[in-house]
């Protein structure tokens, strides 16, 4: 069994700050590509940012400058750094991995349970 698990959402005023983490757990050989996903209400879910098990990283246009990610490899932990946040940041926000399990051969997806953020005055 593997879990990621999403924490450190909230409300911020606009220009704030947030830090999202997302630690995976259970039967875990490797973890290769971690990623960030949000929805907006009414929108379809996007990539924010990616990174890679060597730590490459990219972002979507709409938060370059703004957002950072990174990873733990040690704790299995995936984070973002949002910055000057906006109210179009406002989203649920979904880690997603791809995992080799310990008895596994290959890679699956595996996705968390999603963290609200919400940017408002």
């Known amino acids: 069994q593997v879990q990621l698990v999403e924490s450190g959402g909230g409300l911020v005023q606009p220009g704030g700050s947030l830090r999202l983490s997302c630690a995976a757990s259970?039967?875990?050989?490797?973890?290769?590509?971690m990623r960030w996903y949000r929805q907006a209400p009414g929108k379809q879910r996007e990539l924010v940012a990616t990174i890679s098990n060597g730590g490459s990283t990219n972002y979507a246009d709409s938060v370059k400058g703004r957002f950072t990610i990174s990873r733990d490899n040690a704790k299995n932990t995936m984070y973002l750094q949002m910055n000057s946040l906006k109210p179009e940041d406002t989203a649920v926000y979904y880690c997603?991995?791809?995992?080799?399990?310990?008895?596994?051969?290959?890679?699956?997806?595996?996705w968390g349970q999603g963290t609200q953020v919400t940017v408002s005055s």
């Open positions: 997603n991995a791809d995992i080799i399990r310990v008895a596994g051969l290959y890679s699956s997806a595996y």
């Open positions: 259970g039967s875990i050989r490797t973890i290769n590509a």
